[in-house]
């Protein structure tokens, strides 16, 4: 067996391999100022689930994990399970423990850190200025002045935390000023705050100002101050865990933690990433489309280059937001598109991201700039719309990339004039988001009323008759106005087993002990629409005759098909003769005469 690494090694270990993935961070080590020892830990990743529901994907790692779990805990290895994505961390693993899952066939895979984006030239802003240029831009404020201002809608933020107490964020955090009510309102995976609410970098206070903040002195920074928010610290300070970016992914689909789905957000604002084409986030990004929340993603300012927007950014479901000036003109650091991964297209909208002004820890204000600054514009429209939307996040969506404000770009070899690879559908509206919610196309004209189909039974015929040991065969045919052919989908009942299933003909023996007497054999159809036919006949099956005996049958009254009721059948075998009718006349005199005595 191998010898465990001592943590320094661990850290050595971590930091080689971190260092050779684009795009990600590995924090420094103690002795370079760091504030604590970065977690060096490795996922265990297991098969995806196939369905996207957030009870299914429980359901689907629980049954998975069930024994490595066990022997993880038999192993006395601190393990981690998550069902978002179907993977164990393990915070510290021994390098002998590792070297034995790979044997066994896992999939090991170091963790990721990702670097907050830094904010480009920041400056500080102490002076109120009214209502900001960015929040202008995109004609929040008249829709503000047809009485929406976010009532209704709640919007998560996943980021570095945010500033308890800050004026703008005054009683618009879900929880209460005094940093309790803390269960389904915050979270801090890697418990960096010790029980508080902290931002202890500025990044997501100031993100969280854009999407909602308001002093009501004159600092209108945010877009849709009339609603509410829950923060979820997945960057510790410098840089983003991928333990806590996934457990924050998890928390946002059931913040109560008690399997309820209860409370969640409609919307959630993604101001992190790093490197292009990389799917392991796509599990969770996957997971909130399915539960009905818009993903808002920074596209990253990796730009002018093409080909640079950043994951999750550049993954097909997240919604990508790109940067601009308040001249509208895309900012140079602005990633462009297209996507690497499915090389789909990206950005899909714009906002303002250049010397953004917004809320900062102390109480202040600061200019940024940043795709960081223009993502919380596109997740506060989208919470400005949210009712308006009726809680619809597909619908919402379309409606922001249908009515954004189109601009031309000749970068990136673009031959389409929109959606480009700079701007998007173009930089977001507000107001015309608005009045494409409220003025959708007509729906199409209702199809016309729903023809039945037509099923006829073809063999036997009604009233036919078969001897025990025949073979009796049943042959239908069924079509539809709609539908066409569907004699295939006929279904045939009977007591024999033979005539059941679907299919247009069955046949088989009635067999030596065979149910003497009238049946019923019934037919069945059911088209796309629903609609059910049935049709039924009636056969005789009766005994076969003794070998050289005379066989003769006479039935006086045939059986109705919808009846049931048999009148009197007279059946001679050679010289034997069983008259019902006598019978009966003999029984009923029989019962008067003792009645009498």
């Known amino acids: 067996m191998n010898p465990i690494p001592t943590p320094g090694a661990r850290l050595m270990l971590a930091a080689a391999i971190l260092s050779s993935l684009p795009g990600l961070l590995f924090v420094e080590a103690l002795a370079h100022g760091a504030q604590a020892e970065p977690r060096a830990g490795v996922f265990i990743r297991l098969p995806a689930a196939l369905q996207r529901g957030a009870p299914q994907l429980r359901a689907h790692a629980a049954a998975s994990q069930r024994q490595l779990q066990e022997w993880l ?36 895979e170091p963790e990721r850190f990702y670097p907050v984006p830094p904010l480009i030239d920041p400056q500080e ?40 107490g800050h004026p703008a964020l005054a009683g618009r955090w879900r929880g209460d000023q005094e940093g309790g009510a803390q269960k389904g309102n915050w979270k801090d995976p890697a418990n960096v705050c010790a029980g508080r609410v902290c931002d202890n970098n500025g990044h997501g206070t100031h993100v969280s100002g854009t999407i909602l903040g308001d002093d009501g002195t004159g600092n209108q920074i945010g877009m849709a101050p009339g609603a509410l928010f829950i923060s979820c610290k997945g960057c510790e300070s410098s840089s983003c865990s991928e333990s ?31 490197g292009s084409g990389d799917p392991w986030f796509r599990d969770a990004v996957q997971a909130w489309e399915a539960a009905g929340i818009l993903p808002v993603f920074a596209a990253g300012n990796a730009g002018p280059g093409c080909g640079s927007v950043i994951s999750p950014g550049d993954y097909p479901e ?63 429209v989208a919470a400005l719309l949210w009712t308006a939307a009726t809680g619809d996040a597909a619908k919402l969506r379309a409606a922001l990339e249908a009515s954004a404000a189109p601009r031309p770009s000749q970068s990136c070899d673009e031959s389409e004039p929109l959606p480009n690879l700079t701007y998007g559908w173009g930089i977001v509206d507000a107001l015309a988001a608005l009045e494409k919610i409220g003025h959708q196309p007509p729906p199409p004209p209702p199809p016309p009323p729903n023809q039945p189909p037509m099923l006829e039974i073809l063999e036997p015929s009604h009233l036919a008759r078969f001897t025990c040991g025949q073979v009796i065969r049943f042959r239908g045919r069924a079509t539809d106005p709609e539908d066409g052919d569907l004699s295939s989908v006929i279904t045939w009942w009977n007591r024999y087993p033979f005539w059941r299933g679907s299919q247009p003909a069955a046949e088989g023996f009635t067999g030596a002990g ?29 005994p076969a005759p003794p070998a050289g005996a005379a066989r003769i049958f006479e039935s006086t009254a045939a059986p109705a098909a919808s009846g049931h009721q048999l009148t009197p059948i007279r059946a001679w075998w050679g010289e034997c003769q069983l008259d019902l009718e006598a019978m009966g006349a003999r029984l009923a005199r029989a019962l008067e005469k003792w009645s009498r005595k």
Not at 244 to 249: P, Y
Not at 331 to 354: D, T
Request: aromatic share 8%; glycine share 10%.
């Open 244 to 274: 806590s970016l996934l457990t924050c992914a998890q928390w946002i689909l059931d913040p109560r933690e008690d399997g309820s789905y209860k409370d969640r957000p409609g919307v959630v604002s993604n101001s992190w990433g790093g």
């Open 514 to 542: 065979c149910d003497i007497g009238w049946h019923i054999v019934q037919a069945e159809v059911t088209d796309s629409a629903g609609t059910r036919i049935q049709t039924e006949i009636m056969i005789e099956v009766a």
């Open 73 to 108: 805990t038999k192993e006395r290895a601190e393990h981690r399970p998550y069902w978002i994505t179907n993977a164990v961390y393990l915070p510290r693993p021994r390098a002998a423990l590792v070297q034995q899952l790979r044997q066994a066939g896992y999939t090991v």
């Open 318 to 380: 997240s919604l990508a937001v790109a940067a601009v000036d308040s001249s509208r003109n895309a900012a140079s650091f602005s990633s462009r598109g297209p996507g690497r991964l499915e090389q789909r297209q990206k950005p899909q909208v714009s906002a303002p991201g250049v010397a953004v002004r917004s809320a900062w820890p102390g109480g202040t204000y600061r200019l940024a700039s940043g795709t960081s600054m223009a993502t919380p514009h596109v997740s506060g």
């Open 125 to 164: 802003a102490p002076r109120p200025r009214g209502i900001e240029w960015g929040i202008a831009m995109t004609r929040a404020p008249e829709v503000w002045a047809k009485g929406r201002k976010g009532a209704g809608a709640l919007v998560g933020v996943i980021d570095t935390g945010f500033e308890l």
